[in-house]
């Protein structure tokens, strides 16, 4: 099946500083990429929708300035949570979408877990 | 604005018994997934449901999508230990899995 991987997995970080979190499609190409938050005990909440070689889409109330999306081949995109707050805290799963199919399933990341200190 | 809501949220019960989550959903979509998410992990596609009247099964959970009703139910047959896990529904109103709203989430947690 179609495998998603992030890095890192885990990540702790001082408040103020930038983080990137990569997602990538291993044995297919993905046009579209997603990426989504999650709090402890909540659901998944979309974020932004990456695509490839275009601006990213963003969610209402998400800061497009705050976490940066680039979705640069194919296979990556990434996601830089830039000057984190402590509130930024939170578990960061990607998904994709194959390209050229029908396109009816998201294939889902491992996650990142995010603590920012 | 899409509204997609699962019962009950917090579900116990023991080895052996059978169970439902529901899973309701505001606006028409002909798709809908159920997917597992074991603490600390990440989420595990379980069902695609298609169409109307769509019904799979897979071991001792079988998913049902009744679009007119816009209702989906996640039956539990004969509940075992190791199904213990957060079940989600998300509904997709593009057509194409291009935007998935999920549901608020179900904690099932069986008791031997």
């Known amino acids: 099946g179609a495998v998603v991987s992030q890095h890192p997995s885990r990540v702790i970080c001082k408040s103020g500083t930038s983080v990137k979190i990569e997602c990538r499609s291993l044995?297919?190409?993905?046009?579209?990429m997603f990426w989504y938050r999650q709090f402890p005990k909540q659901s998944l909440m979309l974020m932004a929708t990456?695509?490839?070689?275009?601006?990213?889409?963003?969610e209402q109330g998400v800061e497009k300035d705050k976490f940066l999306i680039n979705h640069a081949s194919l296979t990556l995109s990434t996601l830089t949570v830039t000057s984190a707050h402590p509130e930024d805290s939170s578990f960061y799963i990607c998904?994709?979408?194959?390209?050229?199919?029908?396109?009816?399933?998201?294939?889902f990341g491992p996650g990142t877990r995010l603590t920012v200190t | 604005e899409l509204k997609v809501e699962q019962n009950p949220l917090f579900l116990s019960m023991q080895e052996g018994k059978n169970y439902t989550i529901y899973c309701n959903y505001s606006t028409t979509s002909d798709r809908l997934y159920w997917y597992r998410q074991d603490p600390g992990k990440s989420l595990e596609s379980l069902f695609v449901l298609l169409s109307n009247g769509a019904v799979k099964q897979e071991g001792r959970l079988m998913a049902s999508l009744d679009t007119k009703a816009r209702l989906s139910t996640l039956h539990i047959t004969a509940a075992v230990h190791d199904l213990s896990a957060t079940y989600f529904c998300a509904v997709d109103m593009s057509g194409t899995a291009s935007k998935l709203t999920f549901g608020t989430g179900t904690r099932l947690q069986v008791t031997l």
């Open positions: 044995d297919f190409q993905a046009t579209t």
């Open positions: 990456s695509n490839e070689g275009s601006k990213a889409t963003y």
């Open positions: 998904s994709a979408r194959e390209s050229g199919l029908a396109g009816y399933e998201q294939y």
